[in-house]
């Protein structure tokens, strides 16, 4: 598979190299193995000759050619993390330049992929426009805003919408190379990940903070505080909307705007964040907990941390234990 790397200057420095390295240890077990020759055959490649990564180091790139059609073509995370440098980011010329390049190899069958802030990227050339994609949970409000035809879901870590693959937060490098490797060999990216110790991790929602994302519009913000003070209540849309001063329509509206979420299913983000806390730091039993953020008994909790979260209770209470 001949993968191209585009490497835009202030590239995320561990964004890149997770890459760049699940895929050469995936080359080297295929080697050891015998399972034949490098399967993956990597360019780094750029608008200019060379680019500066976020951390100051200079990465020697071929000039990407409009003519040629990698299989698949990787756009790594920027090193702006926050929706005012983003922005200012996204504005260089040179990221014009490098979406003029992702259409003419999407339009020629090469699978274009990206992960974290270098979703931003992709979607900027309109090519998500209708189609389901992901990006890192703190500037899902951003992306959002910014591209509002693309069906974000920020809860998962990658996801695949026909010739295009979108990955989560600054790890979801790792597992977007792993795909990758999947789709020339499962077995081959089952071996690759034991070797790097990579857990499956299909979902953010156990990592993201949903209070963070709640602040960019007042009326969510005070919905969210009320909402936490009431976890262990049955939920109520009107008491709701009272308690954030405002209709049941305009809250269900700003939610959605803000985070792609109905009023439940925020609250029930909440009960998970609150659930994974107390497993990971209280001997609490299930049924105790679940009592704690609003459900009767613990089959309800186990079944939405499976799905939110991607991880049993087994898995959330060893994880403070490691």
């Known amino acids: 598979m001949r993968v191209s790397v585009l490497v835009l200057d202030g590239t995320f420095d561990m964004g890149l190299s997770a890459i760049l390295d699940t895929l050469d240890t995936a080359n080297d077990l295929a080697r050891a193995t015998g399972k034949g020759s490098a399967p993956f055959q990597v360019r780094l490649v750029g608008i200019a000759t060379q680019s500066r990564t976020h951390q100051g180091l200079v990465v020697a790139l071929q000039r990407a050619e409009p003519t040629a059609r990698p299989d698949a073509v990787v756009v790594p995370a920027l090193g702006a993390k926050m929706p005012d440098p983003l922005g200012a980011a996204l504005s260089r010329r040179e990221i014009g330049s490098a979406g003029a390049l992702l259409c003419r190899w999407a339009r020629a069958g090469t699978l274009v992929a990206a992960a974290c802030t270098g979703t931003f990227v992709l979607a900027e050339t309109g090519l998500l426009d209708g189609r389901e994609a992901t990006t890192t949970w703190w500037l899902a409000p951003m992306f959002r805003e910014r591209y509002p035809r693309v069906r974000l879901d920020d809860s998962r870590m990658l996801v695949k919408s026909g010739n295009f693959i979108t990955g989560g937060a600054s790890l979801s490098h790792l597992d977007l190379a ?36 709640a602040h960019d519009d007042p009326i969510v913000h005070r919905f969210e ?98």
Do not use: C, M
Not at 188 to 205: G, N
């Open 178 to 213: 792993l795909h990758l490797v999947r789709r020339k060999s499962p077995a081959l990216a089952a071996l690759t990940a034991r070797y790097l110790v990579i857990e499956p991790r299909p979902s953010q929602a156990a990592y993201a903070i949903p209070d963070h994302l």
């Open 225 to 322: 505080k009320w909402a936490r003070r009431n976890l262990g209540d049955r939920f109520s849309l009107a008491h709701a909307a009272r308690a954030a001063g405002t209709s049941e329509r305009t809250l269900a509206r700003r939610l959605h705007a803000t985070l792609g979420k109905s009023p439940l299913s925020y609250v029930q983000e909440l009960r998970v964040e609150r659930a994974v806390h107390l497993l990971q730091t209280t001997d609490a039993s299930v049924d105790e907990i679940a009592g704690e953020v609003g459900y009767k008994d613990g089959i309800t909790l186990r079944t939405l941390l499976r799905e939110k979260t991607g991880r049993g209770v087994r898995d959330l209470r060893s994880t403070s234990r490691q």
